[in-house]
Every structure is written in structure tokens, then in C-alpha cells.
């Protein structure tokens, strides 16, 4: 039996890892993706202290990646499909196995949600790195108005045409930074107040995109379209009975009433969820998971 489980292996995770190895727990990081989590996507880490400047995610994660070679860390690539608590311990079962652990950290965060539309077939992009040569000379939909969606079209509008921001609120709710940048753009146009309705696709292309004002975004090359509308949490797997908000966020301190059991990093309701706060609870975490 292990001391210590951690599920997700996103900056919440790898630090809780880092805090807890380094205190003498025998512990293993499952993750069903890639090292990074969500960080490890975005076309730049922005605010993070000590954060290599204009670094991307990928190198972000990378160097995550390297960490945990570095302090041997037990990691394996398998998703949780099961969170149980049996009577001295818990069981977790995954797509390869099943394991047993005195304590376990949850630190599965999120995963962005999906446009409530047919999308007709076309694939609704979430990241905006890796998509340069897609939106290369085109015109393209940023569906949100928060940081990362602002962030994110930012980065789009250096090799778009033109990109929209529709944001279903009257004003982005983005930092001063990113809307200043926004404002000062000379392709960058901000839909508020409104929602994308529906698209219609010309053979494998999307030529028309309408809104909820009746405004229709039509472009002879083809429309590109980002959703950036927020996350749901990754709780599906957990066979275990915690409070949640109505958007099915954990709510809970990191230690929850449940003894041995720790929920860390964003799929919690906090104020804040950056890297800088998921480090911070998974340290805290891994710490007190060591005790
Ligand atoms: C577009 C965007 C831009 C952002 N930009 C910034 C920024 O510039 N600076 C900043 O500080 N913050 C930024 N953030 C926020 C930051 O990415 C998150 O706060 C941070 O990644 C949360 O870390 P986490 O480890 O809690 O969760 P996550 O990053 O979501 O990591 C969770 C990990 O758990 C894994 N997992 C999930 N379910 C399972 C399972 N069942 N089994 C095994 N593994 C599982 C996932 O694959 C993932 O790797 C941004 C967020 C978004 C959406």
C-alpha cells in the first residue's frame, strides 16, 4: 500500500508531489495526459513569479516534466476511473490497475467546456497554440471574455485576419493588461452582450457565423472558431460523497472532512486559480498529506 496517491499531475499536483516526496512519503502521480495540465497549453505563462519571459506552456511543462525526473518521482500515465474509501484506506482504480493508498490529494483541476451548439461536424478549437497555421490569413471567433480567452486571442490576432472576441456579458471581464492590449489592436473587434447562436459550413468549411443580435461573421476562406467559455472540474472519477457548487466545483478546504483525503489546485472553489495558487495548495497539501 502506498502512503500517498495524487491524482493529476498539473502544477497542483507536481508540487504536492515535490512537498510530500521530500518529507519521506512513498507516494506515485497518476495522470491521464500530459505533465503541465492546463498551463501546459496556453500560447504564453503570464504572472507567474520567476516564469521565463513569453514562455509557453509547453516549455512551462517541460520543465515540470524535468522536475519530476530530477526528484524520482513515482509517475504514471493512467487515468483515474475510481476514487473509493474503504475502511482503513483508499482504492483507486484506474484504466490499468488498482491501487491502494493510506492518504490521497486530488488534484484533477479542469477541463474547458463546450459550446452549446451544433457544431455541423467542424471541430471547435480550445487552444490557441499549435493552431498558427489554421488561423494563418483567416478570420476567427473567440468565444469568452475572461483572461485566458482575451490572452489567447491576443496571440491569435498575430497571424489572423481579423479575430472577434463575442462575449455574452457586457464588458470583458479580463485584466487591464490584456484589454488595454485589446483596445490598442487594430484587428480586433469585441462583440458584448452577445452569444454565438449557430454556424453554417460550406463544404468542410465554416462560412457563416450568426449571433444572438442577429450580426452574422461571414468570410469566403473560412471562419475559425475558439471556444474559451470557462471549465468544468474533473470530479467524474470520485465515488465519494463531498460538497460541491452548482457548477460542480469540490467545496472544501484543501483538508477535507474526510480523513486522508485532500482536494487541491483548481477543481476547488477558490477565489483565485492560477498557477501561482495551485502551486500554493499543493504544497500545502502535499505537506500536511505527509504528516
Ligand atoms: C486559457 C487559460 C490560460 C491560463 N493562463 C494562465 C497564466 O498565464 N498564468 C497562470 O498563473 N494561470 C493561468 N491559467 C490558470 C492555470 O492554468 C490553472 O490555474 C492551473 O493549471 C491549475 O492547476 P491544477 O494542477 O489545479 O489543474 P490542471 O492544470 O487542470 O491539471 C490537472 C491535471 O490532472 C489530470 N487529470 C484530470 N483527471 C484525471 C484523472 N481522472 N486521472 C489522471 N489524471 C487526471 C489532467 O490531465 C491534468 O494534467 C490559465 C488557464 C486557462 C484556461
Not at 20 to 33: H, P, V, W, Y
Request: with cysteine.
Amino acid at each position: 500500500m502506498k502512503d500517498l496517491i495524487i491524482i493529476g499531475a498539473g502544477p497542483c499536483g507536481v508540487s504536492a508531489a515535490l512537498y510530500a516526496q521530500s518529507r519521506g512519503c512513498d507516494l506515485t502521480i497518476f495522470e491521464k495526459e500530459q505533465v503541465g495540465g492546463l498551463i501546459g497549453k496556453v500560447s504564453k505563462v503570464s504572472h507567474y513569479t520567476s516564469v521565463i519571459v513569453d514562455e509557453d506552456g509547453e516549455s512551462f511543462r517541460k520543465r515540470l516534466e524535468n522536475q519530476i525526473k530530477a526528484y524520482g518521482l513515482d509517475l504514471r500515465y493512467e487515468e483515474v476511473t475510481k476514487l473509493e474509501k474503504k475502511d482503513a484506506y483508499f482504492l483507486v482504480t484506474t484504466n490499468k490497475g488498482s491501487y491502494e493508498a493510506k492518504k490521497v490529494i486530488v488534484a484533477a483541476g479542469s477541463t474547458p467546456k463546450e459550446l452549446d451548439l451544433d457544431s455541423k461536424g467542424y471541430e471547435i478549437a480550445h487552444w490557441a497554440r499549435g493552431s498558427e497555421e489554421r488561423v494563418s490569413g483567416k478570420v476567427v471567433l473567440v468565444n469568452g471574455g475572461s483572461d485566458g480567452a482575451c490572452k489567447e486571442a491576443l496571440y491569435l490576432s498575430k497571424f489572423a485576419k481579423e479575430v472577434h472576441i463575442i462575449q455574452n456579458q457586457e464588458a470583458l471581464m479580463c485584466i487591464n493588461e490584456f484589454r488595454k492590449q485589446i483596445e490598442a489592436s487594430s484587428n480586433i473587434t469585441v462583440h458584448t452582450g452577445v452569444s454565438l447562436t449557430s454556424i453554417d459550413k460550406d463544404g468542410d468549411h465554416v462560412c457563416k457565423a450568426s449571433l444572438s443580435n442577429c450580426e452574422e461573421i461571414k468570410s469566403q476562406e473560412g471562419l475559425e472558431v475558439f471556444a474559451m467559455i470557462g471549465q468544468y472540474p474533473n470530479t467524474g472519477f470520485i465515488d465519494i460523497d463531498l460538497s460541491k457548487n452548482d457548477l460542480g466545483f469540490i467545496v472544501s478546504d484543501i483538508k477535507t472532512p474526510i480523513e486522508g483525503l485532500f482536494v487541491a489546485g483548481d477543481i476547488r472553489v477558490k477565489a483565485v486559480k492560477q498557477v501561482a495558487t495551485a502551486v500554493n495548495d499543493g504544497a500545502l497539501a502535499g505537506i500536511e498529506a505527509s504528516k
